[in-house]
């Protein structure tokens, strides 16, 4: 039996940096299934058709450097919409998932559609202020010409697109547990993550 952690949550709400400690803590493979979207946005934004791009995503696409950009996750929050975007990237999510090693997913509909029976299913959010000030500082630190409101507005946005279009919006699984990292330091996130999970581990 494999075991599968789930992990949806908004953008900067600090899910990727929880999901790759409990990957390294409990020896599971980790995919960020944002990098499949952000893929094919990159592509798109260089003249590809979505659908063409998601049917041919190759996972050398994956490592491609640009992919982290606001811009791209723009893109990669509309093309998200498109029902056979999304589900050309199905079998790819749901083949890792089973992987005998157990694995870590985290993105927007992983406890909700692409791996609804998961062992664990956690929705990690913060509130959008908070949200935009982490990813302002981020970009800020790199050097990145953007404002708090700026990067406040993407935040929005991004998070209305991808909750109320009508295939796989973000939500939380009705079994979800929600960890709202508004108020923890990234450190006590990962220790509540990782304690949900010992505890269903042992159960
Ligand atoms: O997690 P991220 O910010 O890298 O995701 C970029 C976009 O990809 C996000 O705004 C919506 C889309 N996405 C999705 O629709 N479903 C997922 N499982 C992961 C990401």
Redesign the pocket.
């Known amino acids: 039996m494999t075991f599968i952690v789930a992990i949806d949550g908004p953008?900067a709400a600090g899910k990727g940096t929880i999901s790759k400690a409990v990957a390294a803590e409990f020896g599971l493979a980790h995919l960020?299934?944002?990098?499949l979207?952000?893929a094919v946005g990159f592509k798109v934004m260089s003249g590809a058709d979505p659908i063409a791009a998601a049917n041919a995503l190759n996972p050398l696409d994956l490592e491609h450097d640009d992919l982290r950009t606001a811009n791209v996750?723009q893109f990669?929050?509309q093309v998200?919409v498109i029902p056979e975007v999304r589900s050309a990237l199905v079998n790819f999510q749901r083949s890792f998932a089973t992987q005998a090693s157990g694995a870590v997913l985290d993105?927007?509909?992983?406890g909700t559609v692409i791996c609804p029976d998961a062992d664990i299913k956690l929705f990690v959010t913060a509130s959008p202020e908070v949200r935009a000030n982490r990813r302002f500082q981020e970009l800020s630190a790199k050097g990145a010409k953007t404002t708090y409101e700026k990067v406040l507005n993407e935040v929005v946005e991004?998070d209305m697109r991808?909750s109320t279009r009508s295939d796989a919006p973000m939500r939380a699984a009705a079994e979800a547990i929600v960890i709202d990292t508004s108020e923890l330091t990234i450190e006590s996130a990962i220790q509540t993550a990782c304690d949900l999970i010992r505890s269903k581990q042992s159960a």
């Open positions: 953008a960020d299934t944002g990098l979207y952000r996750a990669a929050s998200a993105g927007r509909d992983i991004r991808d």
